[in-house]
């Protein structure tokens, strides 16, 4: 800490002029902050008093390779010092860029081999939305534009983004959606494949599509495994069921791979396991584990040509930052070190481990079930009557509880608790079984003390 200032004193400032993103107002203009971090190396991370922590969650999910990667800052500084800034508008280009997206294309899932670039997810998801209704309406369709989501899905923030996303508190900010945006059931797999006698049939993507007309419908879009809205992994079919259902009924498949990319769930991408390759694949974070801002959309060459062939001007589409080239020199290294450190591998390797802990959690707890985890993306959910599947009473904050009850131990994790509450647990790949074993005993023991 500076010497000329105190941790009371930064509070204080935090209180008087900071307005947090997704932040109680109530609680930090009583309290001010509760944690203010000073550095980080690896996958612990210290506050301004000096107390050290384990992220447990990879700060936003998205600190892959681990804090204080000296390659990573080496890069930055020299990409800034050579070529500080330079813009993608008007036919221009630069060597990062270029050689990111020709990075990005070798390590996608099929034919993906076109990359538009953005400063992070949200930025992504929005690009995609406007760049499926542009397709269709190059082709003579424009009113192919409605996009299905899943109830849970998280896309982020911007108007098209929070329309997309399918957790009702994100919508409390505004008081009218963005048109055309449709939210389906997750995972109703026979539903997709054609079965009409479920119950739910009305509200699965098929039974959307049939009552809206797959001619008003330009693309569904999901998380390969939702985050936010609860780290649900879907079962075995269901991608390749909506993979079918989009290709039979002439509509776009976006995946969301904000969270799952770049070897979150033990593959590079969400998708890589289950063989299913999207239309096109929105993805940040992970891409520079959240050392300089970038995200991307990724799409096939010959979903480009179509759109060149058809097109006279340009697309109207392009943010000051697409492109960085800081951020594209990190990304490369960031991709480098996935690559050469095994980290996916590694993730695949420890998510087995880390869903064998959240067994254990399950069976030497009452209140916790549904352990889950694909590489290093988990959960526990927390029960008052797991046998009966009933919650804590909402005032209890449960979830929020058991976090707390986790940072009193220097372990940082995150609740989840839209509808179902529950840990997520997603450490850096970095991780070793040691650590993970670390996490597990600490959740365990603030289980306990919260039963
Ligand atoms: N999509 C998913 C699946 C996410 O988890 C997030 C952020 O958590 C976003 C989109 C939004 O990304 P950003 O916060 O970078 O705009």
């Known amino acids: ?111 993906l081999d076109v990359s538009f670039f953005t400063s992070g997810g949200s930025e992504s998801n929005e690009t995609a939305f406007k760049i499926v209704r542009h397709y269709w309406k190059l082709k003579g369709k424009a009113e ?27 919508k409390d900010m505004i008081t009218e959606v963005a048109p055309g945006f449709l939210h389906a ?10 079965d009409k006698s479920h119950p739910d049939y009305e509200r699965s993507l098929r039974g959307i599509i049939e009552r809206e007309g797959s001619e ?45 990319g770049f070897g979150r769930t033990g593959k590079m991408f969400g998708v890589d396991n289950w063989n299913v390759v999207p239309d096109l694949m929105c993805v940040a974070k992970g891409i520079t584990s959240g050392y300089v801002q970038l995200g991307a959309v990724m799409l096939s060459s010959e979903m480009r040509d179509e759109m060149t062939e058809l097109s006279d001007g340009p697309m109207f589409h392009g943010f000051t930052y697409s492109g960085h080239p800081t951020a594209c020199a990190v990304a490369l290294k960031n991709i480098e070190i996935l690559e050469t450190e095994g980290l996916v591998e590694n993730s695949r390797k420890l998510g087995e481990k880390l869903f064998q802990g959240l067994k254990y ?27 009966n599947r009933e919650g804590f009473d909402f005032d209890l904050h449960a979830a929020t509880a058991v976090v707390e009850l986790c940072r009193e131990r220097n372990l940082i994790l995150r609740p989840l608790a839209f509808g179902m509450e529950a840990v997520a647990i997603a450490p850096p790949l970095i991780a070793t079984e040691q650590d993970i074993d670390t996490i597990i005993e600490i959740l365990s023991d603030a289980i306990k003390e919260f039963e």
């Open 1 to 111: 800490l500076a010497a000329n200032i105190s941790v009371e004193e930064l509070r204080e400032l935090d209180k008087k002029h900071y307005l947090h993103p997704i932040t109680p107002l109530k609680q930090q203009q009583a309290e001010g902050p509760e944690l203010i971090f000073k550095s980080a190396k690896g996958l612990r991370i210290t506050d301004v008093q000096g107390n050290e922590f384990i992220d447990g969650v990879s700060a936003l999910w998205n600190v892959n390779v681990g804090y204080g990667r000296q390659e990573l800052a080496e890069v930055a500084r020299e990409q800034m010092m050579n070529l500080s800034y330079a813009s993608s508008f008007f036919n221009q280009s630069h060597e990062n860029v270029i050689r990111l997206a020709e990075k990005l294309a070798k390590i996608a899932p099929g034919k």
């Open 144 to 170: 192919k534009s409605k996009i299905i989501a899943l109830e849970n899905g998280y896309h982020g923030v911007a108007m098209g983004t929070t329309s997309a996303t399918g957790v009702p508190v994100f």
């Open 185 to 194: 059931i997750p995972y109703l797999t026979e539903c997709e494949k054609g």
């Open 216 to 260: 008003t419908i330009a693309a569904v879009i999901m998380e390969p495994v939702q985050g936010v809205g609860g780290v649900n992994i879907p079962p075995e079919g269901y991608l390749q069921a909506v993979r079918d259902l989009c290709d039979e009924q002439n509509i776009l498949m976006i995946t969301d791979e904000i969270i799952t």
């Open 361 to 387: 959690l399950e069976e030497n707890h009452q209140i916790t079930a549904d352990a889950r985890a694909l590489g290093l993306l988990g959960a526990i959910s927390l029960f008052k009557d797991r046998d």
